[in-house]
């Protein structure tokens, strides 16, 4: 059972456009943490979120926490062909010890 | 600082065999998490391992096992592999814990079963 659903599962765009990934649930999590993942790599994180409504930027990106904690959002910013990857989200358990992954949202972005 | 090693990258083994693959953190990280991911699945939970212990497991067949070394090293064992376990298999090396600290993953081994 997939704790967290992201969608969509493809997006194909063109430099210059924006872009809003989301990541939904129906449990609550103590944190969630966005990482990107390249071809032949190991998911890198961008972002961890703590409280509900947190809103954080990095750059182009800007991440949201819901209020309840349960869902999140990414939202890209004039795309450029390096933000290309597999987006994940992942939520904390409370325990810390592990993480629910989302399926991932694959962005392709070209020139 | 050194990043997360796996070894080896590749592996290509056949239906019935074992395998071991092996996850070297980072210095200091007590704590490693064995993911496995695949194009249906995504990423899942397999265990996670602090200071020689298992803290946590994932739904998994017992055929998945795990152990820490006192180095933090850590290893994962699939016994009497199956068609389905092929998947790239992520080791996650932080301080204390996935959810509570920074994860860093290292680029995984991709197992192919035949």
């Known amino acids: 059972t997939q704790l967290l659903e992201q969608s969509p599962q493809f997006l194909s765009i063109q430099e210059g456009e924006n872009l809003t990934v989301y990541c939904n649930s129906s449990?609550?999590?103590?944190?969630l943490q966005w990482y990107r993942q390249e071809p032949g790599e190991g998911p890198v994180l961008l972002v961890t979120?703590?409280?509900?409504?947190e809103v954080k930027k990095l750059k182009r990106l800007t991440f949201q926490f819901g209020d309840a904690r349960k869902d999140s959002s990414l939202h890209i910013t004039a795309a450029q062909p390096g933000d290309t990857g597999l987006y994940l989200c992942?939520?904390?358990?409370?325990?810390?010890?592990?993480?629910?992954f989302g399926k991932g949202t694959s962005l392709l972005v070209t020139p | 600082k050194a990043g997360v090693t796996q070894t080896p990258r590749y592996l290509i083994k056949t239906r019935g065999q074992q395998v071991t693959l092996s996850c070297s953190p980072i210095?200091?990280?007590?704590?490693v998490s064995w993911y496995q991911q695949t194009p249906g699945q995504g990423l899942q939970f397999l265990f996670e391992?602090?200071?020689?212990?298992?803290?946590n497991k994932g739904n998994f067949p017992g055929r998945f096992s795990g152990r820490q070394f006192s180095n933090s090293r850590s290893e994962m064992n699939v016994s009497t592999l199956e068609l389905g376990d092929s998947a790239l298999y992520l080791c996650?090396?932080?301080?204390?814990?996935?959810?509570?600290?920074?994860?860093?993953f290292g680029q995984g081994t991709r197992l192919t079963v035949v």
């Open positions: 979120v703590v409280t509900g409504g």
């Open positions: 391992y602090f200071s020689e212990t298992q803290r």
């Open positions: 449990s609550v999590f103590s944190s």
């Open positions: 992942a939520g904390a358990q409370d325990s810390g010890y592990a993480l629910n």
């Open positions: 210095s200091g990280h007590r704590s």
């Open positions: 996650a090396s932080s301080l204390a814990g996935t959810g509570f600290t920074e994860a860093f």
